[in-house]
DNA sequence: CGGCAAATGATATCGCATTCGCAATAGCGG
DNA sequence: CCGCTATTGCGAATGCGATATCATTTGCCG
């Protein structure tokens, strides 16, 4: 996996965080980065995967993704512009990569318009199909 | 102002609340409607604002509007499908009336669209003006 | 007007994500 | 291999929005 960023020391936990930050198609949230690095490092604490968050997030390895009334995701920082995605079913949370482009039609006048969020609801591929799919391990397809 | 939902009794802090809630053209904090309808109830507690709103919300008149990373704010709920823009000066956040319509063509295949938010962020009219307005009872036009 | 129960105000408490404190562990330079 | 100290794990503590508690107030019906 890639290098991790500037840190007096190289452990087993940072670069477990890391490598599951990096290998998920998807922002995760804190706990899902505790469940599954907990897979390469087993006795790892929510506490270092705060402490390693954090880290990250000051070297702009990755950046806070915040979706209206839910913890904190977290994805690598170096995504272009894109929006999210989350499955009522599974509630994971999907990156979208295609914008509609230019909102300034949709500002009222006088305001101006410096960024923008979407979000989309629905149904994600596996659980449109009836598959079901609840957010845990099992069903995080990293690395 | 209009009637109040279904509550046993009618009381000076019911109906100060859902006049706040019903004149302010934007959706409210809990403090803003706090400190907006203590202009009519003086002693009013915050757990009363609470109380009213969750009756509020129980009986369909007033709705949650939640914006990524933010505490909850409340507006009518017979405000028909609309998007928010948040002023990053003074914090407000306002109605969006108008809407891009379609997004199907964002929504990776396989994914089924439900429903979507879209979130706009930079100035308001009184911010774009150099005009320094903060999000405090002062700046909050109701009645 | 009287009386009962709903509603309120003040404050304590909860829930929960996040952070802290500290002893134990383990990188890493020498 | 040593030793220093950054880092960790654990559990306690924190912050804060929201809720519960309870004595007091106040609608409201008769």
Request: aromatic share 6%.
């Amino acid at each position: 996996m890639g290098d991790l960023p500037r840190m007096k020391r190289r452990t087993r936990q940072h670069q477990a965080i890391y490598d599951v930050i990096v290998a998920a198609d998807r922002p995760l949230l804190a706990q899902e980065i505790l469940t599954l690095a907990a897979g390469a490092v087993p006795q790892l604490s929510i506490a270092t995967v705060y402490r390693t968050i954090k880290a990250l997030q000051e070297t702009c390895t990755i950046k806070a993704v915040l979706l209206p009334g839910q913890n904190p995701r977290y994805e690598p920082a170096d995504h272009s512009h894109h929006h999210y995605f989350q499955c009522r079913q599974c509630e994971r949370v999907f990156d979208v990569e295609t914008c509609p482009g230019n909102l300034d039609n949709l500002v009222p006048s006088g305001f101006t318009l410096e960024d923008h969020e979407i979000i989309l609801y629905g149904r994600c591929c596996e659980c449109s199909t009836g598959t079901i799919v609840l957010a845990t391990a099992s069903t995080l397809n990293v690395g």
